[in-house]
């Protein structure tokens, strides 16, 4: 299974964006990117995700390398409830079929 | 709409026990899965499923049985429990390949 890669940790000041970066080099062309965070005690839910185009829902951006070997997630405005850790998964040809790594740890500073 | 549900929230089992952990979805959902999440780590996947009657086994799937007999449950069947298997489960499902993951609330497991 294609794997990613995130920083361990980032931090952000509140009311300012945040760019969270994912590689993921061995992506298939049938893989999917997703974006998922986790706040304490919590599953995980999801965020965002794409195929190829950038993205947008209320909630973030996904900007996806024309290569498709990275990706960014974007939150806009950065509030303290977006503290959470977030992953940046791949889904193959098997929606079931998700790799999570450690994540990402935001930390949102007022 | 219940979304994905899991029971019980709560567990403490003794070593070489067997247990079930409960996983159902009321969204029609093909996909379902099964995640383990140790203490500060990432989720793990344990074992999938990609309709009733198929599953297939994930990055850490020994010490755990699945079955999928119908489209809404996808029960966890720990065999012989272990100290090892002290983890929070979590059972996700999603409509299509590619589409959203919904999550359950987890069961912490803990095997003394």
């Known amino acids: 299974d294609a794997k990613t890669t995130q920083p361990n940790s980032m931090e952000s000041n509140e009311e300012e964006p945040v760019h969270l970066p994912c590689n993921h080099s061995?992506?298939?062309?049938?893989?999917?990117i997703h974006w998922y965070r986790q706040l304490p005690s919590q599953g995980p839910e999801y965020v965002i995700h794409?195929?190829?185009s950038n993205v947008n829902n209320r909630m973030a951006s996904l900007a996806i390398a024309e290569d498709r070997k990275s990706s960014t997630l974007i939150l806009h405005r950065a509030t303290l409830r977006d503290a959470a850790v977030y992953y940046c998964i791949l889904s193959g040809a098997n929606a079931g079929k998700s790799t999570f790594g450690d994540g990402t740890t935001l930390t949102v500073k007022p | 709409n219940a979304g994905v549900t899991q029971t019980p929230k709560f567990q403490v089992l003794k070593t070489g026990q067997s247990m079930t952990l409960q996983c159902a979805q009321d969204?029609?959902?093909?996909?379902m899965s099964w995640y383990r999440q140790d203490p500060g780590m990432g989720l793990r996947l344990i074992h999938y499923?990609?309709?009733?009657?198929?599953?297939d086994q994930g990055e850490v799937p020994n010490g755990y049985n699945v079955s999928r007999s119908t489209t809404e449950d996808f029960p966890l069947r720990l065999l012989s429990a272990a100290p090892s298997q002290t983890s929070v489960y979590f059972c996700?499902?999603?409509?299509?390949?590619?589409?959203?993951?919904?999550f359950g609330p987890g069961t912490r497991l803990t095997v003394l």
């Open positions: 996700a499902s999603s409509f299509d390949r590619g589409g959203e993951q919904f």
């Open positions: 499923s990609v309709g009733a009657g198929i599953t």
């Open positions: 061995t992506i298939s062309g049938t893989d999917y």
């Open positions: 969204m029609n959902h093909e996909y």
């Open positions: 794409g195929l190829t």
